[in-house]
Every structure is written in structure tokens, then in C-alpha cells.
């Protein structure tokens, strides 16, 4: 299982092998949220991020490992930059992996009332005010085939776009590095999402580009939005019209909790995904 405390001693590690680590923001509980730069500062600067469902924690040990592979063997150096966030929704992260113990004492009964008066978090997809992040943006906010609109382990859009610290974290670190492409690692499926009512010229970009995720991967490229929105892809593809893409990895059999091992068969079709996502907007 991979924890916030797992994260906090490889960003170290990663710092002393030359990524540049800052603090984008902190979570509901005040935790500061952590990236991970390698590369240069110009001209390309890319964002992968993981874990914005708590649940999905699995996609944060993958993008540690992909910045230890990506450091390694391309150094801390080259043309344009990968930054990466393993953990958006550290405080959910910790919730699903701890139980109640792990949140602030003040949030303690009304998580207990969402989750149906379980103290069992396995499930938990949302922050710790309930919000699910990733129908928090500010991109066709609400309209979403499962949006709904009060406090719940998943799905809750909030009470308006962006008004969680972890969603204005993220999109505030999109906004100041003036991202060319972000990736944001989901599980689970093995597919990768595109669109967002691009039109041409982005359209034909963004669905060549998915391409070549998909024939690195192997994962299948989905087409349409599938009632999809307020999610960080959607905003970046619809506010910033650059290529933005969801990856869900791990098939859909593997049950929750998802156990580390499930990571090895999908690690060869993803170690090389960031740097290879740069390579494709620097041509
Ligand atoms: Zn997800």
C-alpha cells in the first residue's frame, strides 16, 4: 500500500538525484501537496498527475516510479519538463487507507454519515469534505451523467467549480507553467480518454496523439465524453485547448483495495509515457 508517508521519503530521494521538488498547495487538512520537476524549464512544460480518487492510490506509486525511471535514464536535464504529482487527494488517500484515525477529529462524524454510517473508507473516492475532484473544474460544471449534488463518496460536484484547495492547486500550477499536456492516471480499465467537445485543429491533434498512447500501450482509445464533467481533462482540453488525457490502467477485475502486484504487468507499458508524452509536443 502506498502512503503519503511513502511519497514524502521519495520526493527526498528524488530531490537528492537532481528533481527540483516544490509545494503546489495544500489539502483541506492543510497537508502540502507535493511535485516533482525533471527536465528543463523551457520550452514544454507537461503534467502528470494521479491519485485525485482516493481510492485509486495505486496510480500514485506508478508516477513516483516513473520519475525515478525518467531521472535515471534520461537525467535531471533536457529539453522541456515533466512535472509530476503522484498524490492530489492526499487527505482521501489517507482516509481510504487508514480509516477515520487518519482525518481531523472535526470531520470525523459528518465522513461517517457519508459513507452510510460505515467506518470502512476502502471505497472512498472524494476528499475529505466529500467533494469528488474530479467533477470540481470548471468545465460544463454540473453537467455530468453522474453528478449529484450533495456530499457523497463519489460523484459530489461541490457547491462551486473550484471550490476545493486540491482542484485550485492543480489549476494553479496548470495556469503558472503554462502546461502544453497533462496526463491524469485513473483506475481502473485499461483505456485512455481524449475528448471534450474539441473541434479542429485540436480534435485531429489530440486524437493522434491518443493514438500513440494507445500503441505504447496497448490500452484501448476511447472516443466521446461519456457524460463526462467538471473533470481535469475536461477542463484543460475546454479552458486551454491542449491535448489532455486520462488514463485508466489496471483491469477492471482487479478488486479494491488494488494491491501493488497489480502494478507490475502494466509498469513496461508506462515506465516511458512521460517522457515519450514531452517527445510528442516538442516535434
Ligand atoms: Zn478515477
Known sequence: MYTYYNLIADVKNLEKMGAKIENIGKTVAGVSIPSIHIGDYSPNQIIIQGAIHAREYITSELIVRQAYHTITRYGSTFKGGIYFVPMINIDGVALCQYGLSAVPVLKRSFLTDVNGGSTNFTLWKANINAVDLNTNFNARWGTGTQNIKYPAPANYIGPYPESEPETRALVELTNRIKATLTISYHAEGQEIYWEFYQVDPEKSRDKKIGEEFAKITNYKLIDGTLGSAGGYK?????????????????????????????????????????YKALNLILV
Not at 475546454?238 to 494491491?259: C, D, N, Q, R
Request: negative net charge.
Open 234 to 274: 475536461d477542463w484543460c482540453i475546454e479552458k486551454l485547448k491542449m491535448p489532455a488525457y486520462t488514463f485508466e490502467i489496471i483491469p477492471s477485475s482487479v478488486s479494491f483495495p488494488i494491491p501493488s502486484s497489480a502494478l507490475i504487468p502494466e509498469w513496461s507499458k508506462n515506465k516511458d509515457i512521460p
